[in-house]
Antibody
Framework: QLQLQESGSGLVKPSQTLSLSCLVSGDSIVNDAYSWSWIRQPPGGALEWIGYINHRGSAHYNPSLGSRVTMSLDSAKNQFSLTLRSVTAADSAVYYC????????????WGQGILVAVSS | DIQMTQSPSSLSAFVGDSISITCRASQDLHGGLTWYQQKPGKAPKVLIYTGFTLQSGVPSRFSGSGSGTDFTLTINSLHPEDSATYYCQQSYTTPFTFGGGTKVEI
């Protein structure tokens, strides 16, 4: 059964860098039927797609985040990562990793989510 | 970006009722619409994709319809466990965008 598990720092200081990883078990991250996405949700708020990285390691980001975001793929560890630079309080959210089914561009399954707070 | 507007933002219903949630996009989605269910403290789960295709394992009381810019999620014969927040997501083009959610209380 496919499972995704986020890990990383739950507290980041303003202007610093948020770094998260997502370990995938039960499927290969280089399966070309899928891409691998990050999605976030502020407390009590709606969902925002951050971007995806495909099996070849090519990434596509939400323009709303500008040049602050980078994603990478580690096929040896079967995991992918998110880096968000110059964070502010507005970046505080639950961050989810998810598999994107490329055939129809929907997200399934999702990791359990990790709460990241930006605070000094 | 494609804007997604859900209505209503919340509703209350009784066990056994049928309800509908609508999602309107700011442009034609060409069928690219996904519905998710999210329970408190949990990640969203996909219910329906391509506007009407039921995800494996999802009860048949859930159904999706619509085309163009207007889509509807219908839940027939509500169960207590259907209490959740429901989100639509346009899966037509990047950046993928979500509706604001509809909180359903049973």
């Amino acid at each position: 059964q496919l499972q995704l598990q986020e890990s990383g720092s739950g507290l980041v200081k303003p202007s610093q860098t948020l770094s998260l990883s997502c370990l995938v078990s039960g499927d290969s991250i280089v399966n070309d039927a899928y891409s691998w996405s990050w999605i976030r949700q502020p407390p009590g708020g709606a969902l925002e797609w951050i971007g995806y990285i495909n099996h070849r390691g090519s990434a596509h980001y939400n323009p709303s985040l500008g040049s602050r975001v980078t994603m990478s793929l580690d096929s040896a560890k079967n995991q992918f990562s998110l880096t968000l630079r110059s964070v502010t309080a507005a970046d505080s959210a639950v961050y989810y990793c998810a598999r994107e089914v490329r055939l129809a561009n929907y997200f399934d399954p999702w990791g359990q989510g990790i709460l990241v707070a930006v605070s000094s | 970006d494609i804007q997604m507007t859900q209505s209503p933002s919340s509703l209350s219903a009784f066990v056994g009722d049928s309800i509908s949630i609508t999602c309107r996009a700011s442009q034609d989605l060409h069928g690219g619409l996904t519905w998710y269910q999210q329970k408190p403290g949990k990640a969203p789960k996909v219910l329906i994709y391509t506007g009407f295709t039921l995800q494996s394992g999802v009860p048949s009381r859930f159904s999706g319809s619509g085309s163009g810019t207007d889509f509807t999620l219908t839940i027939n014969s509500l169960h207590p466990e259907d209490s959740a927040t429901y989100y639509c997501q346009q899966s037509y083009t990047t950046p993928f965008t979500f509706g604001g959610g509809t909180k359903v209380e049973i």
